[in-house]
């Protein structure tokens, strides 16, 4: 059974087996649709209302669902009339990696990661602010390269700025052999061990973000190897 992380979940987990079960579940737009019955037995109607659509948007998925076998037919609520039928879907999805298409692994990364970059952003441009570095250097090099770099004034190095200021921004593509790859992974590893207790909000602490990422790139991939934007 999988073990959760963020919430408690007691119920038997649904095993995704297609392509297409997969792709509706990692759909911001198709699961925004399918959460009001995780775990629920309700109408078109009701969930529409819960996910604010309309409910001709709502049968619409629910016959796009009931095809995948996301989704079954859980009875009929009698009332005068036609009678309202009722529906309802797993409470948990195990959704395989190589079954989800790949832009759509690419884009919950990138969704998941937005507040932090948010932060990360806002932080960084208050220490620029906060240091007096001055300005940032934008130029072409005689190779014909264009560079954006923070100006350090008066030869000043980030380590000598540490001495006085916590915190830092560090992003760049390195060239690493196994070894020192490997050598890498062990310290991030004992770095997350070392603060898998300080996380919590105490008298005289002072938030702190702290992103770290190690992940091989394809060298064939132009994208990979330009980096970021000045």
């Not at 992380?5 to 925004?32: H, Y």
């Not at 109408?43 to 669902?65: C, H, I, K, T």
């Not at 609520?77 to 195990?94: D, I, K, Q, S, T």
């Amino acid at each position: 059974m999988p073990h959760t992380i963020l919430g408690s979940f007691e119920g038997e987990w649904f095993e995704v087996t297609t392509p297409e079960q997969a792709r509706l579940l990692s759909d911001p737009a198709a699961l925004r649709h399918l959460e009001p019955f995780m775990g629920r037995t309700l109408g078109a109607a009701g969930a529409a209302r819960e996910a604010g659509v309309s409910v001709e948007r709502m049968l619409y998925r629910v016959r796009q669902f009931l095809a995948a076998g996301l989704l079954e037919r859980a009875g009929e609520r009698r009332r005068a009339g036609r009678p309202v039928a009722l529906y309802r879907a797993p409470g948990g999805f195990r959704v395989p990696f190589h079954l989800t298409p790949f832009t759509d692994l690419e884009a919950q990364i990138a969704r998941h990661g937005r507040a932090f970059d948010r932060l990360r952003a806002r932080a960084q441009a208050r220490r620029l602010v906060q240091l007096d570095l001055n300005a940032r250097l934008l130029y072409r090099d005689p190779g014909g390269e264009i560079h954006s770099e923070v100006f350090l004034p008066d030869a000043r190095t980030y380590a000598a700025l540490r001495q006085h200021h916590i915190g830092g921004d560090y992003m760049g593509v390195l060239w690493l052999d196994d070894a020192t790859a490997r050598q890498v992974q062990e310290t991030l590893d004992a770095l997350r061990d070392l603060l898998a207790a300080q996380g919590h909000q105490r008298e005289g602490r002072q938030p702190y973000l702290l992103q770290t990422a190690l992940a091989p790139l394809d060298p064939q991939d132009p994208d990979a190897l330009a980096g970021p934007p000045g």
